[in-house]
Nanobody, 120 residues
Framework: QVQLVESGGGSVQSGGSLRLSCIASGSYHRSKGWFRQAPGKEREGVAIIDTDGTINYADSVKGRFTISQDNAKNTVYLQMNSLKPEDTAMYYC????????????????WGQGTQVTVSS
């Protein structure tokens, strides 16, 4: 059984930073990623990282967000800098054995989410 638990969300002002963490139990050798969903909008991929370290970012976060993983702790992180009000959303961690399925938002496993709110 795979379980994903996110933490690190909160409220910050525009230009601020947050670091999200996702501890994954039972999800070894799986690609992992971060997604977000704002009210009234569809869920979108933010950043994903493969087991070999391959990384993809959404264009909207390139240069501001950094995804990383600590395999020893089975944890994936999302460092978010230069936050903007449009980054406000519920952020979800996801994992799947397929990198492509993960990027398409069709991951088999999802966390409960952590809220990020950026005020102007």
């Amino acid at each position: 059984q795979v379980q994903l638990v996110e933490s690190g969300g909160g409220s910050v002002q525009s230009g601020g930073s947050l670091r999200l963490s996702c501890i994954a139990s039972g999800s070894y050798h799986r690609s992992k990623g971060w997604f977000r969903q704002a009210p009234g909008k569809e869920r979108e991929g933010v950043a994903i990282i493969d087991t070999d370290g391959t990384i993809n970012y959404a264009d909207s976060v390139k240069g501001r967000f950094t995804i990383s993983q600590d395999n020893a702790k089975n944890t994936v992180y999302l460092q978010m800098n230069s936050l903007k009000p449009e980054d406000t959303a519920m952020y979800y961690c996801a994992a799947d054995t397929s990198y492509s399925k993960l990027w398409l938002g069709r991951a088999a496993y999802w966390g409960q989410g952590t809220q990020v709110t950026v005020s102007s």
